[in-house]
């Protein structure tokens, strides 16, 4: 079964410091991981996709990294701000099209 | 683009009666999904599309969950009797060929 774990399942920290959310995957034949950010009864929005070929992402403040070998993939949210208060999530995509989902990092932000 | 787009935002309703979610997707995006999320289950994959053809519904849990796909602007989910265990959160995804998934922001349903 293709399972995706997510640690730690909260986490609070002050405002400015760097955030670090780890991804772990069971079957490394993925075809991309994606990042998902989930605002308290809201949608998921798409923050990240690495394809399985790439070994990092980036986008402004955010960076994922991918390691197939290793099965694990991190996210890390440079000087974090309250709004970065969320869920995130992180979903590895195999060739049936199906994404695995993790159970989600809640992030807290104090500031 | 307007994004994924989901009707009703919200739905309560009596246990054994029919509901209707729906779903457009992004506009030019081939494939679309459907997932349900619960506290207990996380998010799950009920079925999804490609070029409005189902292609695996596996995880639709029972013959009460079907779903279409009549073009490729306009999807259904329909659950037949509703029960309470039922209740949760859908959301309809639409991807394009680089397989990014982008979520609608959901149906709040609530039976009774």
């Known amino acids: 079964k293709q399972e995706v774990t997510q640690i730690p399942a909260a986490l609070s920290v002050p405002e400015g410091e760097n955030l670090v959310l780890n991804c772990s995957f069971t079957d490394s034949a993925i075809y991309n991981l994606q990042w998902f950010r989930q605002d308290p009864g809201k949608g998921l929005t798409s923050l990240l996709l690495?394809?399985?070929?790439?070994r990092e992402q980036t986008s402004g403040r955010l960076n994922a990294s991918l390691d197939k070998s290793s099965g694990r993939s991190t996210l890390y949210i440079a000087a974090s701000q309250p709004g970065d208060s969320a869920t995130y999530l992180c979903?590895?995509?195999?060739?049936?099209?199906?994404?695995?989902f993790g159970a989600g990092t809640t992030v807290t932000v104090r500031a | 683009d307007a994004g994924v787009i989901q009707s009703p935002r919200h739905e309560v309703t009596e246990m054994g009666q029919e509901v209707t979610l729906r779903c457009k997707p992004i506009s030019g995006h081939d494939y679309l999904f459907w997932y349900r999320q619960t506290m207990m289950r996380g998010l799950e994959l009920l079925i999804y599309?490609?070029?409005?053809?189902?292609?695996?519904d596996s995880g639709m849990p029972e013959d009460r969950f079907s779903a279409k796909m009549p073009n490729a602007s306009f999807s259904t989910l329909k659950i037949q009797p509703s029960e309470p265990r039922d209740s949760a959160v859908y959301f309809c995804a639409s991807s394009p060929p680089t397989r990014e998934q982008y979520f609608g922001p959901g149906t709040r349903l609530t039976v009774t």
């Open positions: 979903a590895a995509l195999y060739n049936d099209y199906k994404l695995s």
């Open positions: 690495i394809q399985s070929s790439q």
């Open positions: 599309f490609n070029n409005n053809v189902p292609i695996d």
